[in-house]
Structures are given as C-alpha cells and as structure tokens.
C-alpha cells in the first residue's frame, strides 16, 4: 500500500529526519515521550495490519506485546542474556502465542472473535499476574537493563536509545508496509471486503487470516521487546484489557488500513497521556472523554477526516 | 481430598456462579437484543456496589441499598443507550471504543467519589452466620446468593418464555428488522433490556460487595467472567447465561482451590476448548 502511495513514504521519511534532526536538542523528557511513542506506534502499527487490513478487531492485542516484553524482562535479569537472544525469543514466544491463540479465534467472526480475543488476552494477564514464580506477580519484574549493542554510545543515554527506537521503528513500517502492498496483503484486503468472495475466488481464507494474526503478533512483540529495555520494568499492567483497548483507540483515532494513521495515533495519544497527567490527576476521566469523542466526531480516524476534507 | 474439600468447593463455586448470573445475563440480553458489545458492564457492577455502600452508611438497609443501586445503575444504562450507543448500530468496533471511554469514565469518578480504599457491604444480620450440617457449614449469605440468581433467573425464564412482553423480546432477538416490521417497538424494548441488564449488574455489585467487597478495579476484574459466562453459554441466550454462569463459577473456584497459580488459565484453557467444539457457545445460533 505504501510502495503505491509515494505520498506517505516520502512523509515518513521526511518526519523521520525531522526528528532525528531535532532530537539532540529536545530536553530529556520530550525525548523519553518520543521513545515511548515510537515503540508504541509499532504496537499501533501491528494491529493495523488485523483490524485495518484484514478487519479482524482483537480485542486482546497487548497479549503478544506483554508475552515479548516478559520473556525479555526474565531473560535479562534472570540469565543476564544479550540484545540477540532476547529479541530472538521474544518474537518467537509472541509468534508462538499468536499462533496458538490464533488457532482458536480465527474460527470465530465478528463480535465472537471480538470476545474470545478479550478473554485469551486476560488468559496472559492472569498468568502475568498469578504465576508469581516466574513473572513476580502484582509487583511486575524490574531492572530490565538497556541492551549493550557494542556500539560506541551507551543506549542508557535518552539520545541513543532514541535513534536506536527510531531504526527499529523504521525497520518495522518498512516491512509492515511490504507486507500489506504484497499481493498477500491484498488478500487480506480482499477478505476484509468480501470474506465469501475470496473464497469462491479459491483463496484460503482461513489461512490468511491466520497468517495475519500470527504477523500482528510478532509485530507486537516486537514492540513488546523494545518497551522492556525502555521502561527497565515489567508488570501485568501491560498486559491488561486497558493496554490492548488503548492499542485499539490508537488505531481508530489514527485510521484503520493506513499503517501511517496509526502510528501517528499512538503518538497523539502517548503525548496525550503524559502531558494531561501532569496538569490533572483526573487523566482518565479526559482519556474516557477522548474514546467518546474520536467515536461520535472522526469516526472514521484522523486520517478520514482529513481525507474527506480534502477530497 | 477429602469429600468435605469437594463439598465446600462445589457449594463456593455453585454460589460464585450464581453471582455471575445476575452480572451476566443482562451482558447477554443487551447483546442478544441489541447486538453491543458492552465494555462497562463491569462498571455497572462496580457502580452498583458503591451506590449500595452509601445507601447502608445511611440508612443501614441492606434491602434499601440493592434498590437504589438497581435503580441509579438503570438510569445510568438509559442514559447511555439513549444518548450514545443508539448512535452507533452495527459498529462493533464503535460500541467498544465508546463503552471502554464510559468504562474509564466511572472507574475515574468512583474514584473521586468513593477513594481508593477498599470497602465492605455490611452482611445483614439474619444472613450472618451458618448453616450447619454435619462437619459442614455453609455461610448463610452464599446461601442467600444462591436463593437470589435462582429467584432471577426463574422470575426472568417467566418474563420471556411466557409473556407477551417476552415473546416480543424474543422476536426482537430473532431478527429485529423483522420484528420492527411487524409492528413491535424494538427501540423501546432495547431501552428497556438494556436498563434491565445494568440494574441486575449494579444488584449484583451490592450483594457481591458484601462477600468481594467494594474496590476500584472491580470493574475490570468481574468484566472478563462475564464475557466469559457469555461465550461460553451463547450470546442472547438465557438458558446459555445458567450454565455458562454455574460451570465458569465452579471451573474458576477449583482452579483457583487446586492451581493457585494458574488459576486464570483453568477458567479459560475450557472455555477455549468448548469454543474449538462449539463457536457460538453452547446455546447460541451464528
């Protein structure tokens, strides 16, 4: 989809120099929301690809990223492992995890597969927080170190680790956005229209979407192992229906089946989070507000809003 | 084990299931006629409880406080319905969003009404104590609960299975073109389910504020168990709502008796193998 919209590749090529341009001057709190917001968007970005793409809306999408984040979290303070094997195993157990839920949710449609991706993803939370032997329960696992890449520059510094979540972030949208411009991703579009027509059409429905799912789930875990080295902190909080609907919110606000849009909403919302829960205690309250609002006002995203403005 | 341990599991997890019954089966009918997927159900819940707890620091009728929560916790779900969720039919992903919003809205006003701290619903006194029989004894106030969902559940198999009013809903769940078509008031009678469903929630968060307690947090925690009830049962159906309600209410007690640690993971390893055999629940219809 990208590749055919030489619009969005040139902006975000444009918007990724801008900010590593602008970065060594920004004070370290922007910084770190930036970094938040880079890592998020790759969460966003992963869910586009079910729910924008394929028209699949999980509902318990913070499972992949939590399953990541917490193998890497154990594997750092437990065995003192490497960037390599971390990331390795990471997107391996998210992959496996999204394989096997996959198994079961991709039989079901619409508001069926909308539930039983909740309650599979509240399957992660409850062992996030009752197997308190391997993931520390309630109390979350902490003092995930940053990852020693045997670069001159030390990614516990915001700058590095910055530029470090920026590659990965470009790395990600690059290949996400191969993939949905693939004639496989096509498909996935093709099934999002019309599932019965794709399949007298021959294709595989079952197959792709599974393969969709297991994709979105990597993605996440993705995200999931980034965000462990970022926040040096793990707990069932990332892994709970908030974190997986938030995902979600991100992805309407920015757009669904535009890759862009929602990484443009994690952003807004990461931002928005931080800096209304300086001003206010009450952040929930507006972030509540803001759910209502994108639904009754920009429905169909920011990134439909502006299309129809423009058109 | 020993008989006693299974008896005493049976009974927790028979009367934990019947709490979830009063929680479930208006998540069910509002989906059944309406098709939403309601996020806040679980604030309902929670919404009740507290509702409930000021009533009994007032005026320390236990009776009283089920009332009022019922009552403010339906008008709340009227509100909602009328003003908002009718907006969006057939927008799945709308209602979620949207339902989610109102969900993080009233956990932030609990809040700021109620604080942080963890409360109890006094237990009546007549329903203090336990019964006895032999070795055993069973808390009279589980008993009570069970007593209550049995009374709903037979008051609301009544209400549908052999009214007027019923057959209408029952219609409306069918197909609700058809029935609007046919001269039936399904915007008036998906208010009217809709409240209903929030009003038996909020009557289940004062009476399981008196054996869970009153939390924030609450809301999230019993949303799950009542998604789950429903999955497993069938969505819009009542029969479906009974026994989902029973075995998620006994799977989740001998989980959490016998696997502590994987407690979560013995409620929904089942409900994932039924939905394998069965995608629509054990009484739905695709």
């Known amino acids: 989809m990208m590749l055919r919209r030489p619009g969005a590749v040139a902006g975000v090529a444009i918007v990724a120099i801008l900010v590593a341009a602008v970065a060594p001057w920004l004070p370290s709190y922007p910084l770190t929301l930036l970094t938040q917001a880079l890592i998020v968007a790759i969460l966003a970005m992963s869910l586009d690809v079910l729910l924008g793409f394929t028209g699949l809306p999980s509902l ?19 065995r003192q492992a490497g960037f390599l ?5 990471g997107l391996v157990a998210a992959a496996v995890a999204a394989a096997l839920f996959g198994l079961i949710a991709i039989r079901a449609t619409g508001t069926y597969f909308l539930m039983i991706t909740l309650a599979l993803g509240m399957v992660v939370w409850g062992l996030a ?62 099934i999002r229209e019309s599932e019965s027509r794709m399949r007298t059409l021959g294709y595989n429905v079952w197959l792709h979407k599974y393969l969709a799912f297991i994709i979105a789930g990597t993605f996440a875990g993705f995200s999931g192992v980034l965000w462990a080295y970022y926040n040096g902190f793990v707990s069932p909080v990332d892994v709970q229906l908030v974190t ?10 920015g757009g669904p089946g535009t890759l862009v849009g929602p990484a443009a909403g994690a952003a807004v919302i990461v931002f928005l989070k931080n800096f209304v ?34 058109s | 084990m020993s008989s006693e341990f299974w008896i005493i599991q049976t009974f927790n997890g028979l009367s934990y299931g019947a709490l979830l019954f009063l929680l479930a ?85 609990a809040l700021l009404i109620w604080g942080g701290d963890p409360y109890s619903i006094p237990v009546p006194r007549f329903l203090q104590g336990a019964v006895r029989a032999g070795e055993l004894s069973f808390p009279s106030y589980r008993i009570f609960i069970i007593v209550v969902a049995v009374v709903v559940a037979a008051l609301l198999w009544l209400a549908l299975d052999r009214t007027r ?19 039936i008031n399904v915007p008036v009678l998906s208010l009217a389910v809709f409240a209903l469903g929030a009003s038996l929630a909020a009557a289940g968060g004062v009476i399981g504020g008196a054996f869970l307690g009153v939390y924030p947090g609450a809301d999230f925690e019993v949303l799950p168990y009542a998604f789950v009830v429903v999955i497993v ?23 959490k008796a016998l696997f502590p640690e994987l407690s979560y993971f013995t409620l929904f390893a089942p409900m994932a193998l039924i939905l394998a055999l069965r995608p629509t629940g054990l009484f739905g219809r695709a």
């Open chain 1, 60 to 78: 318990g999408h913070a499972a992949y990223f939590g399953v990541a984040a917490y193998a890497v979290a154990i594997l750092t303070t437990e």
């Open chain 2, 165 to 183: 009013v019923g057959a209408r809903i029952r219609a409306a769940v069918d197909d609700g073109e058809m029935a609007q078509g046919v001269g």
């Open chain 1, 244 to 253: 997986s609907v938030e995902t979600l919110l991100m992805v309407a606000l």
């Open chain 2, 233 to 255: 049962g069938g969505l819009g159906s009542l029969p479906g709502a009974m026994v989902g309600s029973l075995l998620v209410g006994l799977l989740d007690n001998f989980g």
């Open chain 1, 129 to 190: 927080f009752r197997w308190v032997s391997l993931t520390k329960g309630d109390n979350g696992i902490s003092g995930v170190p940053r990852p020693d890449l045997g670069l001159p520059w030390s990614l516990w510094g915001p700058l590095p680790f910055f530029y470090f979540s920026l590659a990965c972030a470009l790395v990600a949208i690059v290949l996400l956005g191969l993939i949905v411009a693939s004639p496989f991703g096509m498909s996935l579009k093709g």
């Open chain 1, 85 to 89: 094997l971390c990331l390795v195993v």
């Open chain 2, 25 to 109: 089966s208006g998540l069910s009918l509002i989906f059944g006629v309406m098709r939403v997927v309601n996020l806040a159900h679980g604030s309902y819940f929670m919404l009740g409880g507290y509702v409930g707890l000021s009533v009994v620091w007032r005026t320390g009728s236990f009776a009283a406080a089920v009332v009022a929560g019922a009552v403010a916790i339906g008008l709340i779900g009227i509100g909602m319905e009328r003003l908002f969720l009718r907006r969006l039919p057939g927008q799945t992903l709308g209602q979620v969003l949207m339902t989610i919003g109102f969900a993080l809205i009233f956990q932030d006003l």
């Open chain 1, 277 to 310: 829960s300086v001003y206010t205690k009450r952040w929930l309250l507006i972030l509540g507000a803001v759910y209502i609002g994108v639904i009754l006002f920009a429905p169909r995203g920011l990134a439909g809003a502006f299309h129809r403005r423009s």
